[in-house]
């Protein structure tokens, strides 16, 4: 795994904004010590491994989707997904180790990359007959996490915030 992408939840595909990345770099380089992590790590790791770290218990909760990366910090080889799941407004995806899947809202068009074929990431495949199966296996587990997480669909992303938002149109949309 690169060591700029170790602990972002998509890598390039959803890169966090300057600062977040540089807060990112230093907990990896605090943590790892240099090391190089090859499972699929994820944002949503880091609240369980900073407890495990520290030697404290969190509390069960279901809804919890992050596991403590710990195991790997001290040179084991646990049990470990082959899936790392993302969300943002209206915008959700899952990345395995060799595809990358995007699905936003009915307004805008989703994506599939293959990243070994394509690690650029230049072609979009969500329409190619070949990767059809693939895609279903990735949009069953992209909604199956997001409910087991206790998320509405993603049409209903909007019940899930506060903010009030602008509302754009694809361009080329019809009105």
Do not use: C
């Not at 491994?49 to 710990?70: K, Q």
Request: hydrophobic letters at 35%.
């Amino acid at each position: 795994m690169r060591s700029d992408a170790a602990l972002s939840p998509l890598g390039d595909g959803w890169a966090p904004s300057r600062a977040r990345r540089r807060s990112a770099r230093s907990l990896r380089q605090f943590l790892t010590r240099g090391m190089t992590l090859n499972p699929l790590v994820s944002s949503y790791d880091y609240f369980p491994t900073i407890l495990d770290y520290l030697g404290v218990e969190a509390a069960p909760d279901a809804a919890r989707v992050g596991r403590s990366y710990a195991a790997f910090l001290a040179g084991k080889n646990p049990p470990w997904r082959n899936r790392l799941f993302h969300e943002y407004e209206y915008v959700r995806g899952v990345r395995s180790e060799n595809l990358k899947y995007i699905e936003r809202t009915k307004e805008f068009p989703s994506e599939l990359y293959d990243l070994e074929a394509d690690p650029g990431e230049t072609t979009n495949r969500i329409h190619d007959p070949a990767y059809r199966a693939q895609l279903e296996v990735l949009r069953t587990d992209l909604r199956e996490f997001f409910s087991k997480a206790g998320a509405p669909t993603l049409e209903d992303w909007q019940s899930t915030t506060k903010q009030k938002l602008t509302k754009y149109k694809a361009v080329g949309a019809a009105h």
